[in-house]
């Protein structure tokens, strides 16, 4: 329970998307436009250099199951493109007095870009956060 309270907090969603936290983002930040954690819901967020947009990203929240599943669709654009679209399926289920987070995820890369192991990057980024966040709780 208290995990999904954090998913849906614009401010730990906030920390959880911001690449320059505790890490060598080479200048790049996060932005965030508004979060609606709910079915139907809808998040956009960049990431920036300099001034400049790298990529957008636009969230949808299918389906929230109350502690135990959240699906979500995401649709990531760069210089008007859309540079991949993917589905994520975040389970979870109570293990003693700890939680399991299982991640599904299905991605299509566009336009010949496959950008896997920065994809991969950013999920280790944010699922270390969710973690420290979860255990200082």
């Avoid at 208290?2 to 060598?24: A, C, K, Q």
Wanted: with cysteine; glycine share 12%.
């Amino acid at each position: 329970e208290h995990l999904l309270r954090l998913l849906g907090d614009d401010g730990m969603r906030r920390i959880m998307g911001t690449p320059s936290l505790g890490t060598d983002a080479g200048g790049i930040t996060a932005e965030y436009d508004g979060h609606d954690f709910r079915i139907g819901g809808y998040e956009k967020s960049r990431m920036s250099k300099d001034g400049q947009i790298l990529v957008e990203f636009e969230t949808r929240f299918i389906d929230i199951v109350d502690c135990s599943r959240v699906v979500s669709h995401v649709r990531a654009v760069a210089g008007g493109n859309a540079m991949s679209c993917s589905q994520h399926t975040a389970e979870f289920r109570a293990v003693g007095e700890q939680t399991r987070l299982t991640c599904h995820e299905q991605v299509a890369w566009f336009h010949g870009r496959n950008m896997r192991a920065e994809h991969e990057g950013g999920w280790s980024v944010l699922l270390d956060r969710l973690a420290a966040e979860v255990e200082t709780a």
